[in-house]
Structure formats: C-alpha cells, structure tokens
C-alpha cells in the first residue's frame, strides 16, 4: 500500500518533470525546486537521534571493517586538521583542499565553523596525506584508511583521491540530515573502529550524453557532485552525434556553431566553449574525476556533415537531424580532407583534455563498409598517439586492428561476442557497460515514462547482479580496466530526469567497481543502498523508488 502511494507519488512527480522546462533544470534550481522531496521527507524520524550507521552500512562496500565500540561526535569546536607530508610534492595544499571540502559540506547543516587548520592535534578530524609512509603503501592512490575512536577521526591516504573517496565515507557514516543545506540538530556521531578501503578497478565510470539532448555547465557539475558520492573517477562526455556536435573546435567553427544548434526533437541545442569545457574539466578534477571526451566516428556524424558540405561523400550536407534513429551516417572514409578534420578535431580536444583518454566512438557504423571502418580506425588511432592520448572505442573497434594498449568499451548485452575475447587476450584493456545491466537509460519497466527499452527493462537488481571480472566470456579477467554507466539522452531534458534514471543504478555499478567481489550480495546491498533513499531526499535527488528496495521512508 505504502509501496504503491510511493509509485503514484513519483509518476506524479515525473509528469511534473517531463513538463518542465530546462530553464527548471540548471543546478541551482535543484534544492528549492518542486522536485526536491525535502518537504515530504521532513516529518520522518531523525535518523540522528538512532545508533550511529554501522560502518559497513555504506556504498560501495568498503574492502575491509572491524567495527569497535564507542563513537566520535563532531562537536561546535570541532577542528578539520589537515596534514601532507614535510615535502614539497603538493600532499598539504591537497589535504587542505580535501579539508575545506569536507568543511563545505558539514557547516550548512552541522551550523558549527568546523576551521580547517594545519596545527596538528590528537583530536578533531584529521586528514593526512602521507605519500611516502610505509604503512599506507598498499592503499594505492585511491584507497584510504578511516579510524573512529571516541577522541578523534583519523583519514589516511597516499593520494588526494584517496582522501577524497574516505570523506564521501565519512558522509554516508553521518546522518542523512547531514546533507541538508540549513541547520539540523544532529547529534553528529560517527560509529567507532576502522574501514581500510581500496578499490577493485581502476576505471568506475559514468557516460553522458550532452548531444541528443544538451546539458549545460551547471547541470554536468550537478552531476558530477552526484557521482563523485559514489567514488566514480572518470566522467565520459558523449560530444558528438547526429543530433548536436557539443564542442567548440576553432579551426572548424561551424561543427559548433551549426552543428550544435538544436536537438532531438528540435529544441535549441548549444555547445561548450573551450572555457566551458575547461570548467568542466576543473570542476571534475576538484571531485577527483577524470574528463574522458568522445568525439563518436565514423557513424554518428550527421551534425559534423551537416556543417561542412566536403565532408561528404556527394560533396552535399545533409539537414540537422532531431530524431532518435541511428546508423544513418558516416564521415567519407575516401577523402583526404576527412583525415584533415579528424586530425584538427583530436589535436584541439587533446589540447584541452588534461586526462590521458580519448574516446572515439566507432558504434553502430551501419553506413561505413566493413572495409572502409577497419581503414578509417586504422588511420584514426594513430592520430590520438600522435597527439599523446590512449584511445578508447566502443567494442565494435575490436572488430578492427585495435591499436596497442587501445581500450574497448563494451556495450553488448550477453558477453558472447568472440572478436571481444579475442582482443582481450590479445592485450586490449575492456571497460564493461553491458547495456542490459550499465545502461542507465533503459526503463526500469514497462511504466517508466523516459528512458528506452531496447536492452530490456533494467531493475536495480538486474543492474547490479553481475560480475565484471568473468562477464565476457572467454576474457581474461585481468583484461578488465573496470566499468561504466552511460546515460543517453533521446529522452531525458533536464536534471531530475537524469536523476531519476541513474539512482538507484548508478551506485550499484560504483559497486561494482569499486568493491571486492567476496562483498558482493544483492541482500545485503540493497539495505545498504536503501540508506542512501534519505541522502537523496536530503539532496533534492529525484530518485527512482524501485519496489526492489527496502526504502525506509517508503
Ligand atoms: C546505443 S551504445 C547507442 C547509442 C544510443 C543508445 C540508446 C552505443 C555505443 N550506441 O547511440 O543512444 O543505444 O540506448
């Protein structure tokens, strides 16, 4: 009963949602939107008031735990102390900033200043980087270590993005409230003893399509706030496809300027700046992200052809395009001056793009001649080398010649394409986004009123049931780089309905990534991500309620 009023409740919510503009979708608009489930949850228990969360109460599961009695409360005169090491290699400029993060993100609702300060001390909360410490050699730079005693919280890591991914711990250990942005009473107790945490796979992705429909700044740091909660470290921007090219390239103007002009269904489109871009790409550092740019050839390139006449086979630019089909077009894979665009594009995206990666699309290039994709990748690879960057392709680059040390994502949905295989064996690193399981754009049902469904419906559990190490069959399991959740954009406008979309799924794909495979549990997780429902409510995060999920607010 309580399960089915939940239901109305969001399809109410989403019809709000498909209705509004994207005016009501930029990240400011979020907490106080109508959107926010602030109100409604406002009147449940304060969960403050209860036991502190358990320390394995937390997503992704944390490698190890040994819980022990007593609890830390952050108090009025609580200090963040932050410490590097006495060397010069940046560690005390980092765990400063890691500092006044986590101070942003207690002041609001704790209502206490919580200074950030150098001076060391054996109480408070205390962050230290320590790069060089023996004891922290098996963290890695992402892992950290997180000590509880009545005294103090001690954070340890080796890098910045280790202690960044320990304070999203930290916040998920606090109560639910503690995200909100005006004053809470707590009490703000954290649960005593240790989480040593390390992450399974290097590469924990999230896709977004910015073409088919455009997001603008605000709205990608909206969601990059969102993923970060959840230890993802690379952000892959889908740039380019028939529907809008997104990124202003200078010695093509037109690719943005005309390329980018509308959407599907025949909205006004837009595209990045060089300066937006490079906001993004701070923006993503800042949260311990790296910008994965993906410019998707040979297919996928109405908006380039439609900008430029010559880079057409017939010499003639087809009209933008606002539909949803896909595999209508192709770069002229003949033509010379197809190899002088790409290799302007690449120069200029690689220029911008301080990450290693770049991704250049290769799927469902249904118009390209099998001979002429093999041709075309051959001559492109070698361009992203050349430039200083990994490439990365959808799977069907496997297909091809791979290039040494490319990176394939795949996106089927069984695991059974052999050519896949075979790359891994041969060395080609696999991120895994199987799009009946990653695909943040599938329905959850046949009632959800965005999203596709050619992959089928994709539940919470179906998403999160599976495991990345042996899902490709016949792949060496080291050949896994990691996973990713794309999230394409036919049919989502505006934030609350990437949102909708991606929670609860995307923190089980972070899991995925992120934990040890002996945690793996769909009972036990979907407790675990059940305790995040109040975090999303307390962050205006319009989520899916999936009747899978033991929601404690129904
Ligand atoms: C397949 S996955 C696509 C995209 C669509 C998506 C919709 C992939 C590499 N290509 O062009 O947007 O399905 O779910």
Redesign the pocket.
């Given at each position: 009963m309580r399960r089915r009023r939940a239901r109305l409740l969001c399809s109410l919510l989403l019809t709000v949602v498909a209705g509004a503009g994207t005016a009501a979708s930029s990240a400011s608009a979020s907490p106080a939107s109508p959107w926010s489930s602030r109100s409604s949850s406002a009147s449940a228990p304060d969960s403050a008031a209860a036991a502190p969360t358990p320390l394995d109460r937390v997503v992704p599961a944390p490698a190890s735990v040994r819980p022990a009695a007593g609890s830390y409360a952050i108090r009025p005169d609580t200090r963040i102390r932050v410490s590097g090491s006495d060397g010069s290699d940046g560690s005390a400029r980092s765990a400063r900033r890691v500092g006044d993060y986590l101070a942003q993100v207690l002041r609001p609702s704790t209502g206490f200043s919580l200074p950030v300060t150098t001076r060391s001390g054996d109480e408070g909360i205390r962050l230290r980087l320590t790069p060089k410490a023996a004891g922290a050699r098996t963290l890695g730079e992402e892992g950290y270590r997180l000590q509880v005693t009545g005294r103090a919280i001690t954070l340890t890591a080796r890098g910045s993005a280790g202690l960044f991914h320990g304070v999203q711990t930290l916040r998920q250990l606090l109560p639910a409230s503690v995200e909100r942005t005006t004053r809470q009473s707590g009490p703000w107790r954290v649960s005593g003893g240790t989480i040593t945490d390390v992450p399974r796979y290097a590469w924990r992705g999230a896709m977004l399509?910015v073409s088919?429909h455009f997001f603008g700044v605000d709205q990608v740091k909206r969601y990059i706030d969102q993923l970060a909660l959840y230890k993802i470290n690379k952000l892959h921007l889908h740039l380019s496809?028939d529907q809008g090219w997104r990124i202003a390239i200078d010695s093509w103007p037109k690719l943005a300027s005309h390329g980018g002009s509308t959407q599907v269904g025949g909205g006004p489109g837009g595209y990045y700046t060089k300066d937006d871009y490079r906001e993004i790409v701070r923006y993503a550092a800042s949260r311990e992200l790296t910008v994965v740019p993906e410019i998707d050839m040979p297919g996928?390139t109405n908006a380039a052809l439609a900008s430029y006449a010559e880079l057409n086979c017939d010499g003639v630019a087809p009209p933008l395009y606002t539909g949803t089909e896909?595999g209508f077009s192709s770069l002229c894979v003949p033509k010379e001056v197809t190899y002088d665009f790409v290799d302007d594009v690449i120069r200029e995206l690689a220029a911008l793009t301080p990450g290693p990666y770049l991704h250049i699309?290769g799927?469902?290039a249904h118009s390209t001649s099998h001979e002429d994709y093999v041709a075309f990748m051959d001559r492109v690879q070698p361009v992203v080398a050349k430039y200083g960057k990994t490439v990365v392709g959808?799977h069907q680059l496997t297909g091809a010649h791979p290039a040494k040390g490319a990176i394939a994502?795949y996106?089927g949905t069984d695991g059974s394409e052999k050519e896949v295989a075979d790359a891994a064996k041969a060395g080609t690193q696999l991120i895994l986004s199987p799009?009946n399981r990653a695909?943040l754009?599938?329905k959850y049902n046949a009632d959800t009123p965005l999203g596709?469904s050619?992959?089928g419906y994709v539940e919470a559990k179906q998403s999160y049931d599976w495991d990345p190490g042996t899902y490709i069959k016949d792949a060496p399991e080291s050949s896994v780089l990691g996973v990713e959740a794309?999230l394409?954009s036919?049919t989502l406008r505006t934030s609350p309905q990437i949102e909708y979309m991606a929670f609860p799924r995307l923190p089980g794909i972070a899991e995925l990534g992120w934990s040890p495979a002996s945690t793996h549990n769909w009972d036990e997780y979907k407790v675990r991500v059940a305790a995040q429902g109040p975090r999303w409510d307390a962050m205006g995060i319009a989520y899916y309620h999936s009747p899978q999920i033991p929601w404690p607010n129904g």
């Amino acid at each position: 009963m309580r399960r089915r009023r939940a239901r109305l409740l969001c399809s109410l919510l989403l019809t709000v949602v498909a209705g509004a503009g994207t005016a009501a979708s930029s990240a400011s608009a979020s907490p106080a939107s109508p959107w926010s489930s602030r109100s409604s949850s406002a009147s449940a228990p304060d969960s403050a008031a209860a036991a502190p969360t358990p320390l394995d109460r937390v997503v992704p599961a944390p490698a190890s735990v040994r819980p022990a009695a007593g609890s830390y409360a952050i108090r009025p005169d609580t200090r963040i102390r932050v410490s590097g090491s006495d060397g010069s290699d940046g560690s005390a400029r980092s765990a400063r900033r890691v500092g006044d993060y986590l101070a942003q993100v207690l002041r609001p609702s704790t209502g206490f200043s919580l200074p950030v300060t150098t001076r060391s001390g054996d109480e408070g909360i205390r962050l230290r980087l320590t790069p060089k410490a023996a004891g922290a050699r098996t963290l890695g730079e992402e892992g950290y270590r997180l000590q509880v005693t009545g005294r103090a919280i001690t954070l340890t890591a080796r890098g910045s993005a280790g202690l960044f991914h320990g304070v999203q711990t930290l916040r998920q250990l606090l109560p639910a409230s503690v995200e909100r942005t005006t004053r809470q009473s707590g009490p703000w107790r954290v649960s005593g003893g240790t989480i040593t945490d390390v992450p399974r796979y290097a590469w924990r992705g999230a896709m977004l399509d910015v073409s088919r429909h455009f997001f603008g700044v605000d709205q990608v740091k909206r969601y990059i706030d969102q993923l970060a909660l959840y230890k993802i470290n690379k952000l892959h921007l889908h740039l380019s496809d028939d529907q809008g090219w997104r990124i202003a390239i200078d010695s093509w103007p037109k690719l943005a300027s005309h390329g980018g002009s509308t959407q599907v269904g025949g909205g006004p489109g837009g595209y990045y700046t060089k300066d937006d871009y490079r906001e993004i790409v701070r923006y993503a550092a800042s949260r311990e992200l790296t910008v994965v740019p993906e410019i998707d050839m040979p297919g996928h390139t109405n908006a380039a052809l439609a900008s430029y006449a010559e880079l057409n086979c017939d010499g003639v630019a087809p009209p933008l395009y606002t539909g949803t089909e896909v595999g209508f077009s192709s770069l002229c894979v003949p033509k010379e001056v197809t190899y002088d665009f790409v290799d302007d594009v690449i120069r200029e995206l690689a220029a911008l793009t301080p990450g290693p990666y770049l991704h250049i699309g290769g799927d469902e290039a249904h118009s390209t001649s099998h001979e002429d994709y093999v041709a075309f990748m051959d001559r492109v690879q070698p361009v992203v080398a050349k430039y200083g960057k990994t490439v990365v392709g959808w799977h069907q680059l496997t297909g091809a010649h791979p290039a040494k040390g490319a990176i394939a994502q795949y996106w089927g949905t069984d695991g059974s394409e052999k050519e896949v295989a075979d790359a891994a064996k041969a060395g080609t690193q696999l991120i895994l986004s199987p799009a009946n399981r990653a695909y943040l754009d599938m329905k959850y049902n046949a009632d959800t009123p965005l999203g596709q469904s050619w992959a089928g419906y994709v539940e919470a559990k179906q998403s999160y049931d599976w495991d990345p190490g042996t899902y490709i069959k016949d792949a060496p399991e080291s050949s896994v780089l990691g996973v990713e959740a794309p999230l394409w954009s036919e049919t989502l406008r505006t934030s609350p309905q990437i949102e909708y979309m991606a929670f609860p799924r995307l923190p089980g794909i972070a899991e995925l990534g992120w934990s040890p495979a002996s945690t793996h549990n769909w009972d036990e997780y979907k407790v675990r991500v059940a305790a995040q429902g109040p975090r999303w409510d307390a962050m205006g995060i319009a989520y899916y309620h999936s009747p899978q999920i033991p929601w404690p607010n129904g």
